[in-house]
C-alpha cells in the first residue's frame, strides 16, 4: 500500500501540534497564576519629619513582660524602607489612613505642613483617606493642601513653592452641605496586570466632636459602613471584586505591634457591618499597631509618627478580580536599619535653615524626663505639667483670674525626653502642643465642675477621655461605680478646701475644649469667657519662669477600687 506525500504532511503536522500542546501543558501558565500585589500602607504620620523621640515601644522579644523602647520613623528613614518594600513587586502601591498632617512638630507646623505634603509626595504615596487633623484648619485650607498655592494669609513662607499634593486624598463619607457632594473623591480605582482594586477612604462619623467647630462648619459626616456599603454595587458594576478600605478610624489591641490576639473599640463594631466584598481594612487614629483579623478581614494599623510602614501582601485572581489571600507585616522604620534617604535630608534641610532660630531656642530645663505614661488614675506627668502652665498663665485677674485649669488628654502629643543639659527647646514644647490653640478662662459653678468630672467616662466605645489638673485641685473617683456616679462631690477639693457645688470658679481649658470638643459639652455653658495666650507659649513661659523642673508625682487624683 502506498501513502501519498501529502498524507505524510498532514500526519507530521498533526504530531507536531500535539508535541507542542504536550510540552505547553508540562510547562506552568503563566496567565493562570495570581496577581500579586504589594499595598504600603502608613497612618497618623502628624508631620513627623524628624525621627519622633522614644521611637516605638514594643515588647522585649527577651522577655514579653517588659517593653523597650526602639529609635523609629522620621522622613528620611522611611523613604527609604518604602523603597526598599516598594522594590520587593512591581505591582505595589502607597497608601494612608489619614491625619498625614496637623498635631505635627513645629518644623512642619511653622509652614503650614506643606513639608509634610511635600515630603511623602516624593516618597511616591498615592491616595490617603482623610482624617479628622486634616479638618483643624478648614476644608479651604485641606484643598489647598491638595491643590497647592499660597497661604491666603502667611504667603509662601517655605524655600521653594509649595505645588500641593501629588498623592489624592479620598474621603467617602464627608459631604459639603452647601453644594451635595464630597468634599473629595470617594474611591480610586487602580489596576495591576489589568485586575482591578479599588481604595474607599473615609474618616470618621465623630470627627465634628473632636475638631474646633469652624474646622467642620458646613460638613457632614456619615456613617462608615453604611457609607462603604453604598459604593459596593457602584463598584461591582465597574467590574470590581477586590475592595480595600482606608479608614481614620481605630481600635485598642492586646498584644505587641505585628500581632492582635485581642482588640476592642470602634473598629470592630464597623469592620463587622462592612459588605463582605470588603476583605482588607487599612486603620488609624488611636496611634496603635495591630495586625488582626477581624470577621474574617485583613485590618491593619501602624502605630503613629511614621515609626511602622505596613508591608500587605495580596494575591488577586486573574480571571475574576477577586482577592485570594490577603497577609500584613507592621515593619519597624529603625533609624540603624533603613538609611537617610538624600532628597528627604535635602527638603528638611530647607525648611530647618528657616526655621532653625525658633525651634532651637531654649526656654527652659528639666532634671529628668517628663512622661506621658499615664498611673492607674489616668494621670501623667506631662498632662499636669501642662495644666499647671495654662493656670500660671490666665491666674492673674486682667488674665482671667484663673484658679483651676484642665487639660485634654489628646492635647498632650508629646513627652520631654531628657537632653544633654536638661535644656528644652521652643521646638520641643510645641511638639507638646502643636495646635495653636488659644486659652479661654471662663466661670462655671462647683456643680458643673462635678459634670465635667463625671463626664470623663461617657465616651461612645467605653474608653475613658480623662482630663489633666492643675495644681491645688484634686478629686478622687470609684472604679467600682457607673459612669455618671464615680466622683464622690465631697472629694472635690480646691487648695485643701472642699469645693462649694453653688460657688462661682474661674476655670481654664483651651479652645478646643472650650468649644465642646473631646466631648466636654459642659464647657460650652461657661460664662463669661476671656481669650489668652496660645497654648504652647504658655507652656514656654512656664518652663522659662521654672528652671530645673522634674515630673510632679502624680497626687491630685486618686482612683479607689
Not at 496637623?102 to 503650614?112: K, N, V
Not at 525658633?358 to 505639667?385: F, K, Q, Y
Not at 475613658?464 to 464615680?486: C, E, H, M, N, T
Request: net charge neutral; aromatic share 6%; glycine share 10%.
Amino acid at each position: 500500500m502506498t501513502t501519498s506525500l501529502a498524507s505524510i504532511k498532514a500526519r507530521l503536522s498533526l504530531a507536531l501540534v500535539a508535541a507542542v500542546l504536550a510540552a505547553c501543558s508540562a510547562l506552568p501558565t503563566a496567565t493562570s497564576e495570581p496577581v500579586k500585589v504589594r499595598v504600603l500602607a502608613i497612618n497618623d504620620f502628624h508631620g513627623n519629619l524628624l525621627p519622633p523621640p522614644g521611637g516605638i515601644r514594643i515588647q522585649d522579644p527577651k522577655d514579653r513582660s517588659k517593653t523597650l523602647s526602639v529609635s523609629a520613623g522620621g522622613s528620611e528613614h522611611m523613604a527609604s524602607a518604602v523603597r526598599e518594600l516598594m522594590a520587593q513587586n512591581p505591582n505595589h502601591v502607597f497608601v494612608s489612613a489619614g491625619d498625614l498632617i496637623g498635631a505635627s512638630p513645629l518644623l512642619s507646623a511653622l509652614f503650614f505642613d506643606e513639608p509634610t505634603i511635600e515630603s511623602l509626595s516624593m516618597m511616591g504615596l498615592e491616595i490617603s483617606a482623610v482624617g479628622n487633623h486634616e479638618f483643624d484648619h478648614g476644608l479651604t485650607e485641606l484643598l489647598r493642601k491638595q491643590n497647592g498655592g499660597c497661604h491666603p494669609i502667611e504667603g509662601c513662607k517655605g524655600p521653594t513653592q509649595f505645588k500641593g499634593a501629588s498623592f489624592q486624598y479620598l474621603a467617602a463619607s464627608t459631604w459639603d452641605t452647601r453644594n451635595g457632594k464630597t468634599v473629595f473623591p470617594a474611591y480610586q480605582i487602580k489596576r495591576f496586570e489589568g485586575v482591578p482594586v479599588a481604595f474607599i477612604g473615609l474618616t470618621l462619623k465623630g470627627t465634628p466632636g473632636i475638631v474646633m467647630p469652624s474646622g467642620v462648619a458646613g460638613l457632614r459626616f456619615d456613617d462608615e459602613a453604611g457609607t462603604v456599603n453604598r459604593l459596593v454595587p457602584e463598584l461591582k458594576a465597574k467590574g470590581v471584586q477586590t475592595i480595600v478600605l482606608l479608614i481614620h478610624e481605630g481600635g485598642i489591641p492586646v498584644g505587641d505591634y505585628n500581632e492582635c490576639p485581642g482588640i476592642s473599640g470602634p473598629i470592630v463594631d464597623i469592620v463587622k457591618h462592612l459588605d463582605k466584598a470588603v476583605r482588607l481594612v487599612v486603620s488609624g487614629h488611636t496611634h496603635r499597631a495591630y495586625n488582626c483579623n477581624i470577621d474574617g478581614r485583613l485590618v491593619t494599623s501602624g502605630d503613629k509618627y511614621g515609626t511602622i510602614v505596613t508591608a500587605i501582601d495580596l494575591q488577586l485572581d486573574r480571571k475574576t478580580s477577586e482577592l485570594i489571600s490577603a497577609k500584613a507585616d507592621n515593619v519597624i522604620v529603625r533609624t540603624e536599619q533603613f538609611t537617610k534617604d538624600a532628597a528627604q535630608t535635602q527638603l528638611i534641610a530647607g525648611y530647618e535653615k528657616v526655621a532653625a532660630p525658633l525651634i532651637n531656642r531654649v526656654v527652659g530645663s528639666i532634671v529628668e524626663a517628663i512622661s506621658r505614661d499615664a498611673n492607674p488614675a489616668g494621670a501623667t506627668p506631662m498632662g499636669e505639667l501642662v495644666a499647671d502652665a495654662q493656670l500660671a498663665a490666665t491666674a492673674a485677674p486682667h488674665q482671667g483670674g484663673a484658679q483651676i485649669a484642665f487639660m485634654n488628654t489628646g492635647g498632650v502629643r508629646q513627652a520631654f525626653t531628657f537632653k544633654p543639659g536638661g535644656t528644652v527647646t521652643y521646638g520641643d514644647v510645641f511638639s507638646v502642643q502643636p495646635f495653636n490653640n488659644n486659652l479661654i478662662t471662663m466661670t462655671l459653678s462647683g456643680a458643673q465642675i462635678h459634670r465635667v468630672l463625671e463626664s470623663q467616662w461617657r465616651s461612645a466605645n467605653g474608653h475613658p477621655i480623662y482630663l489633666y489638673v492643675s495644681q491645688g485641685f484634686s478629686y478622687s473617683w470609684d472604679a467600682s461605680k457607673p459612669p455618671g456616679s464615680r466622683v464622690a462631690f465631697e472629694s472635690i477639693k480646691l487648695k485643701g478646701q472642699p469645693l462649694d457645688p453653688n460657688a462661682n470658679y474661674r476655670v481654664t481649658v483651651n479652645a478646643f475644649v472650650a468649644a465642646g470638643g473631646d466631648g466636654f459639652k459642659i464647657f460650652t455653658e461657661g460664662k463669661a469667657p476671656l481669650v489668652g495666650i496660645m497654648d504652647s507659649d504658655a507652656l514656654a513661659l512656664y518652663m522659662q519662669a521654672h528652671p530645673g523642673l522634674k515630673p510632679s508625682a502624680l497626687e491630685r487624683v486618686k482612683r479607689l477600687n
